[in-house]
């Protein structure tokens, strides 16, 4: 194993190829050079047929301005309010922030959640206030605000984002949320993948919208056992409908806790356009219910 040192001299090395790649090429090859070097999958963007394929197009050739809103962590609230969907937000401690001078520690709940409104994975749940150091907190969100999410992922809508964070209520144990992600072409949802297990280990199954199992998570993350329905499910669906009527594609990440769905984000890039968690042949079927417009 290469030192720290090594691998990120190496890291950097490759993200400079790409962009000079990015500069001569387009951004299109040095996406696809991307994942086949990083997922092993090749995707053609050019002439795209797969889900794959469509959704990376639709990142560089549709030019959505509602996208960019309700990739926004914050913003995209006030679209789900907008579609008379209040209940479904989970409550928060304050507003956004936009400096870490702003997160006052003492007047927190013992749980929460922090959240960057303008990138992946920047979250940070807190079980017990008593338990964490402020000044790690800090150097955590003072790394999220200098970062710009989709630099080195190719996905530039995130670029307009605000950086900012905000605060959520806790609503429970990682392996006690389940993530359910519906993947809706044209306002209509096509299939959900379920999240599972994500802190002992990440488990994804799909199901149509009927609860029937589809087989189509590649093996790494294959979860053998068949999920019970969720009582919600058929309010799932149509919240998820809802939501995603004014696009062409997105991607709709729903919470059931305790028989109360609640909105967890808008996806339009999912699984950084690539989706090497899914079976190939079954990329090309969903990908043929996807029609793109044309330029």
Not at 8 to 21: D, R, V
Not at 73 to 87: G, H, N, P, T
Not at 215 to 229: F, G
Not at 238 to 261: C, G, N, P
Request: aromatic content about 12%.
């Amino acid at each position: 194993m290469f030192p720290l040192i090594i691998r990120k001299m190496l890291l950097h090395a490759y993200h400079q190829s790409l962009f000079l790649t990015k500069r001569i090429f387009g951004i299109e090859t040095a996406k696809s050079i991307d994942a086949k070097i990083r997922f092993k999958r090749h995707i053609n963007i050019k002439h795209p047929q797969n889900l794959a394929e469509k959704i990376a197009w639709l990142e560089y050739h549709e030019n959505n301005t509602l996208k960019t809103k309700c990739t926004d962590k914050w913003a995209v609230r006030d679209y789900v309010r907008s579609k008379a969907l209040d209940e479904i937000l989970v409550p928060v401690y304050g507003s956004a922030y936009s400096a870490v001078t702003d997160l006052d520690f003492d007047n927190l709940p013992d749980q929460f959640v922090l959240k960057a409104t303008h990138g992946c994975g920047m979250n940070l749940v807190c079980t017990n206030k008593k338990d964490i150091h402020p000044d790690e907190v800090l150097a955590t969100l003072r790394q999220w605000l200098s970062t710009t999410f989709g630099t080195y992922s190719f996905e530039p809508h995130y670029e307009k984002i605000p950086h900012l964070f905000y605060i959520e209520k806790y609503l429970g144990d990682g392996d006690a949320m389940v993530d359910y992600k519906f993947f809706c072409f044209h306002g209509k949802p096509s299939f959900v993948e379920v999240c599972s297990n994500r802190k002992s280990g990440l488990k994804l199954s799909l199901y149509d919208m009927e609860w029937n199992r589809i087989d189509a998570i590649t093996e790494k993350r294959y979860t053998p056992e068949q999920l019970e329905r969720p009582k919600s499910f058929e309010r799932m669906k149509d919240i998820a409908e809802i939501l995603s009527k004014d696009f062409v594609f997105v991607r709709v990440d729903l919470y059931h806790i305790e028989d109360k769905v609640y909105f967890s984000e808008l996806t339009f890039t999912p699984a950084t356009c690539v989706l090497a968690n899914f079976k190939e042949d079954f990329l090309l079927t969903e990908g043929k219910k996807l029609t793109l417009p044309s330029l």
